[in-house]
């Protein structure tokens, strides 16, 4: 079976910290897709990565961050300086090579104060 | 073209009314999806579209939930006999390949709200 979890419920930072937003995820496939999506409170989620399980390489796109570990199957999300406009619900997702169904965690809800 | 268009945004009704939601998703995708997020949960995949097959649907989509996709274009979800455990937001995203380089995309959704 495949699962996705995101331990963390909430959490709350000041401006300019940075935060890591954890994700696990179960598979039994060897091949398989990880994907982050931002919800802000308009609702719409906005795909921010998808990355294959062959690659395992970091990646850096501006002040976001992507830490990719099959040894413990995790994909953990950080933000540096974070900002106001990065407060939203993250999702974690997890899609299989054969269908592109995706398998959502529960959400890490990211509140940055001012 | 602007995205994937969900309408309407918000639906309130009575328990036991018949409802219909519409997405319009990116021109030239050919996979349409529908998800369901209940409050505080992630999105649960209900049922997919390529073209105008429908390919899967999830155990959560009971007998009264259907969805179709005419001509491979626009698809409509509709509910029967609503009940309150209906209420949730409901998605439709669409991609033009199978987890194409960027995913999905979503539209804002429909809220429907069951009284």
């Known amino acids: 079976a495949q699962k996705v979890t995101q331990a963390q419920t909430e959490i709350s930072v000041v401006e300019k910290e940075d935060v890591t937003l954890d994700c696990v995820y179960e598979t039994r496939d060897t091949t398989y897709y990880l994907f982050w999506y931002k919800q802000p409170p308009s609702g719409e989620l906005v795909f921010l990565i998808r990355?294959?399980?062959?690659?395992?390489q970091n990646e850096i796109s501006g002040r976001y961050s992507w830490n990719f570990q099959k040894s413990t199957s995790s994909f953990n999300f950080t933000i540096t300086a974070s900002q106001v406009v990065d407060s939203a619900v993250y999702f974690c997702?997890?899609?299989?090579?054969?269908?592109?169904?995706?398998?959502f965690g529960t959400g890490t809800r990211l509140q940055v104060f001012p | 073209d602007t995205g994937v268009s969900q309408n309407p945004r918000h639906k309130i009704t009575k328990r036991g009314q018949n409802v219909t939601f519409r997405c319009d998703p990116i021109?030239?995708?050919?996979?349409l999806y529908w998800y369901r997020q209940t409050l505080g949960q992630g999105p649960e995949f209900l049922t997919y579209f390529q073209n105008e097959a429908q390919l899967e649907k999830s155990r959560l989509l009971s007998d009264r939930f259907s969805a179709e996709r005419p001509k491979g274009s626009f698809s409509t979800l509709e509910i029967q006999r609503t009940e309150q455990g209906d209420s949730a937001m409901y998605l439709c995203a669409s991609s033009l390949i199978i987890t194409g380089e960027d995913g999905y995309t979503f539209g804002s959704g429909t809220r429907l709200t069951v009284v």
């Open positions: 997702a997890l899609s299989a090579r054969d269908t592109d169904k995706l398998i």
């Open positions: 021109s030239e995708h050919n996979r």
């Open positions: 990355r294959n399980s062959f690659d395992e």
